[in-house]
Every structure is written in C-alpha cells, then in structure tokens.
C-alpha cells in the first residue's frame, strides 16, 4: 500500500488567508520529503523540501512542518492568492532505498475562493 | 537551462500502434525517471535510471521499455499500445539521490 496519504482530497479558502495542507506517512525510515504543487496541464513543480533532522523550514509565503512523533508533514501557504489554486502532494523517500525510493502521495486539490 | 523536456505534449495513438516519448534534461543529471499518472491517482513508477548505460524496472513496467545511451536522453518506448496505457506521462530528472525531482511537462497519451 501507498505510505504517503494526505487527509483531504479538496481544500477550498478564501483569498488572502492561510491554507494548511496536511500529509501522513507511515515509514519511519523516510528522511526526506518534499511538497510539490502541480497546476493543470503542467508536470509538478516543486516548492519546499526538509529532512528528517529538521521540524520546519521557512520558504518565500510556504512553511512545512515534519512531526517525526506521528510522522505528519504539513504545508503552510501564507495569505493564499488565486496563482496557488493547484493539487499539491507530498512525496518521502526512505531511507536505505534504493534510486527509485520516492513515494507520491495523491495530492490535494486547493481551491481558492474569491 | 531547459530544464526537462518532454515531446509530444499530446498523442493519440490506435490499440497495437507503436511509440517513443521522448525525454531531455540539460542539467546533467544522472538520475531519470519515467512516471505514469491517471485520474486521482499518484504518480507511478514504469522506469528508471541511475545514469548512462543503466536502467532498472520501478512499479508498472509492463508494456515499456527504456534505454539511456547518453546522459541527456531517456526515451520510453511503448510497443503494441493497449487502453490501459491511456495516461499522462511525466519524465524526471534529479542530481542525487535525496535531492528534489525535476519534472517535464508531460505527454498525453490517449489509446482507443
């Protein structure tokens, strides 16, 4: 089965407030992950990344936050404008796997409303 | 830089016909990839590939097959199409190993 899921398949906010996109994985042994966001028609762009020795990183309007306790990754997207409208997923790579050791979660789609 | 580049951007292809996707990356990049993505799904591993002369299977390699003669290039070929393979292919490309993936745009495949 798939270790890297996300909570919510659409996540709807009104421009201008903050949007969280949250992420779960299930291998203890991932220690890096990144956030990608991918717009319509388009292959994903990444966006942040962060390692497993770390519990946050700040980026221009982006944060993520890695809670290793109960393995949860969270996206944070500052004062939300209509270019963010996207599916962002979450992908992990574990650890003392091999060059293909990258799992995508499905994304979730965030809708921004006006 | 280019970046990945991947061509066509679309296809439509007869059940049986034969093609190559083409992939190109001028970052120098060792490591490359092949992707399928269908409707609310993630992405799927068909190939990859750790560098010039070296390829391995990932997830859903059935129907393909992949060659890398050159650092840049890593066509996927599909021999005798079938409507299973109607999805949205995506090549990538990254530096090493825990580094960020660098994606191309995609081929839309259709097969009927």
């Known amino acids: 089965g798939e270790s890297v899921g996300l909570h919510l398949p659409t996540l709807s906010v009104q421009e201008g407030d903050n949007s969280i996109i949250n992420c779960a994985y299930s291998n203890s042994a991932s220690d890096y992950f990144i956030w990608y966001k991918q717009e319509s028609g388009k292959g994903p762009q990444f966006i942040i990344d962060i390692r497993s020795n770390m519990d946050k990183r700040q980026g221009q309007r982006v944060t993520v936050l890695l809670n290793k306790t109960v393995k949860h990754l969270s996206l944070q997207i500052a004062a939300t404008q209509p270019g963010d409208s996207a599916v962002y997923f979450c992908?992990?790579?574990?650890?003392?796997?091999?060059?293909?050791?990258?799992?995508f979660g499905k994304g979730t789609h965030l809708i921004i409303q006006p | 830089n280019a970046g990945v580049t991947q061509t066509p951007k679309f296809r439509i292809l007869k059940i049986g016909q034969s093609m190559t996707l083409q992939c190109a990356q001028d970052m120098n990049h060792n490591y490359m990839y092949w992707y399928r993505q269908d409707p609310g799904m993630g992405l799927k591993l068909i190939y990859y590939s750790v560098g010039a002369g070296i390829t391995d299977k990932g997830e859903v390699p059935n129907g393909y097959n992949v060659s890398r003669s050159t650092t840049e290039d890593f066509p996927l070929r599909l021999e005798l199409a079938a409507p299973s393979q109607t999805s949205v292919y995506f090549c990538?490309?990254?530096?090493?190993?825990?580094?960020?993936?660098?994606f191309g745009n995609g081929t839309r495949l259709t097969v009927t």
């Open positions: 992908a992990e790579i574990i650890s003392g796997g091999g060059a293909d050791g990258l799992t």
């Open positions: 990538a490309s990254r530096i090493q190993r825990n580094s960020p993936l660098h």
